[in-house]
T-cell receptor
């Protein structure tokens, strides 16, 4: 079964700690994306990667970092510099960066207290 | 700035037809996508319009007018399972609208 997995589904951290969210896909897609979703705010792009070893900032990259060392994996680190990290984080992929259809993972709900 | 505007909520009756509008303002534009998201779930792709006109996929249709910077999603024969949030999204730069929550009454 091809798809995108994100783990864990729920994550709790104390303020000041860095936390890494996992995203894995077995769709053989080149492009991967990270979004943040807050109530009433829709999806906002954090980072995206068009190909392995390459990534670009989205609209709200401050306080986040990513890596793309393997085609299948695109982990997101929420650093202590992110002022308001509590949110629902969604990872997505598309065949290429020019492909409009994105496939989303189930999301990780991060709560920082 | 770049933005997509959609109504925050729409209510319709089971079996009826509902239209969810989206107006966009973007510096670059290739096309308009629509996604459905149930509460707590992942968005799923519904349709995409690159050219003006209507695209039909089963009970769902989507329309685009580039000259008006406007599109809509049309849902026919509404079912209770269609209760969800619907997002329009524009590319080249990936921008999502804030979503329209569709309430369906029995």
């Amino acid at each position: 079964d091809g798809g995108i997995t994100q783990s864990p589904k729920y994550l709790f951290r104390k303020e000041g700690q860095n936390v890494t969210l996992s995203c894995e896909q077995n769709l053989n897609h080149d492009a991967m994306y990270w979004y943040r979703q807050d109530p009433g705010q829709g999806l906002r792009l954090i980072y995206y990667s068009q190909i392995v070893n390459d990534f670009q900032k989205g609209d709200i990259a401050e306080g986040y970092s990513v890596s793309r060392e393997k085609k299948e994996s695109f982990p997101l680190t929420v650093t202590s510099a992110q002022k308001n990290p509590t949110a629902f984080y969604l990872c997505a992929s598309s065949l290429t960066s020019a492909t409009y259809e994105q496939y989303f993972g189930p999301g990780t709900r991060l709560t920082v207290t | 700035g770049q933005s997509l505007e959609q109504p925050s909520e729409v209510t319709a009756v089971e079996g009826a037809i509902v239209q969810i509008n989206c107006t966009y303002q973007t510096s670059g534009f290739y096309g308009l996508s629509w996604y459905q998201q149930h509460d707590g779930g992942a968005p799923t792709f519904l349709s995409y319009n690159a050219l003006d006109g209507l695209e039909e996929t089963g009970r769902f249709s989507s329309f685009l007018s580039r000259s008006d910077s406007y599109g809509y999603l049309l849902l026919q024969e509404l079912q209770m399972k269609d209760s969800a949030s619907y997002f329009c999204a524009a590319d080249d730069k990936i921008i999502f609208g804030k979503g329209t929550r569709l309430h369906i009454l029995p």
